[in-house]
């Protein structure tokens, strides 16, 4: 039998299920529903959160997986930005999690691997008004979870953006610290900047989001159970994690994102892709 495998079934929605036997790991992923990552497991072991409820409800935004942010992340003031003497609204976190992506590619031959494509349409154009194509390999192995990213610009003027990702894992505690040489931790409730030296951060404690700024290394460890440390690199092109959770709620979000909240309205961080060109970049999960 091979290492590896990817199934297909139901639930809710089409659900590809890709697996690594040596490992005793996997990923499940939704195409239709965003595209969005369901369920990583290493070791026989659910890393993720997902409330269901909030994954079966179309209408819903879902609460846990690895929600794909683009080409925004976080949220807009009064959710509207101008560009070009032009308004626009635009939901949190942008249009990738909302539409659907397609399957272009799978292959299980030294990884398990499926490539996702989500493309601008006209209903895309009404809040980002660029033509875009996005290009997302998925590959497990040795049980690491690699999101190798292509974002293309198909408009004939520059595209601004500012992606990242949301994952959700499952934890037991919240108040750790955090291995990162991110030298500054901006905090949202109450907007003040302190410096970041491996203090301990309970995310129990605080309402909104903080965010770590200015590392040098594009990667971070934390244990959200006293079992498993988390390990996440990730591309030059991510400028700030942004921490959040919800108190009581048996998770914590570690979210790599290229700029801050409210990015296209502040005009300071923005990554620009040039007309017919594209952005190459990555996120690695892996768990010790």
Known sequence: ??????????????????????????????????????????????????????????????????????????????????????????????????????????????????????????????????????????????????????????????MPMYPGFHPYFAADRKALAYETDARKLYNYNDNSTKEYSQQVIDLDDTVESVVFLEAEKREIAFSPTAERTIRMTYGKEFQAVVLWSVVGKPFICVEPWMARTNELNRKQELVYVKPGAGLSTFLTISVN
């Open 1 to 158: 039998m091979s290492n590896y495998e990817i199934k297909t079934y139901t639930d809710g929605f089409p659900i590809y299920e890709v697996i690594e036997h040596s490992t005793n790991s996997w990923f499940k992923i939704a195409p239709v529903r965003g595209g969005i990552v369901i369920s990583y497991g290493v070791q026989g072991q659910e890393l993720l959160y997902l409330d269901k409820e909030t994954f079966y409800d179309p209408a819903a935004n879902i609460r846990g997986g690895i929600p794909v942010l683009f080409p925004i992340s976080g949220q807009l003031t009064d959710g509207k930005y101008e560009w070009n003497g032009q308004h626009y609204a635009m939901k949190n976190h942008g249009v990738a999690r909302i539409n659907p992506w397609e399957v272009v590619g799978t292959d299980v031959t030294d990884s398990a691997v499926i490539t996702l494509r989500l493309a601008s349409s006209e209903e895309t154009r009404e809040s980002f008004p660029f033509d875009f194509e996005l290009l997302f390999t998925y590959r497990l192995k040795d049980g690491q979870l690699t999101i190798e990213q292509h974002y293309a610009n198909r408009s004939d003027s520059e």
